[in-house]
């Protein structure tokens, strides 16, 4: 099973990188790409929240739709981040070598290898603007 997922997962990947040169008017993930990491980055936010909602109110069939969705838009981030599948199944190896694999490494563990540090949270997009009287 965690075979045909990565590989359905890495086919994916190779799908998305080839729709980089897409048309975006043809091509639904093109057109992501080319919108930039905020847009493609609320998009996954959104399928996230979705799949949560669906979860919570026992929606199982739609949990498994909105999670397929979900993994669509971590895909297209991976793909604009340079992220490839193989990096992921590698943190995850070496995240279960040190807690197991079903866990989550807690915040303040210090890490064998120290990762990259992380930029403040800002915002996706503040576009409004007040009206004037």
Known sequence: MVGSMSD???????AVLAA??????????ARLLQS????????LAEEAVEVVIDAMHGHND?????SADLIY????LWVAAG??????WDEMTRREQL???????PKGQKLQTAPPAR????????RRVRKQR
Do not use: F, W
């Open 83 to 88: 992220v490839r599948p193989q990096d992921v």
């Open 8 to 14: 359905s997962i890495a086919r994916l990947h190779k």
């Open 73 to 76: 838009n971590l895909v297209v």
């Open 36 to 43: 930039g990491r905020a847009k493609m980055a609320k998009k």
């Open 20 to 29: 980089r040169s897409g048309d975006p008017t043809a091509s639904r993930t």
């Open 99 to 105: 807690m197991g694999i079903a866990e989550k490494l």
């Open 119 to 126: 930029r403040k949270v800002v915002a996706l997009e503040s």
């Open 62 to 66: 739609a949990v498994v739709r909105e």
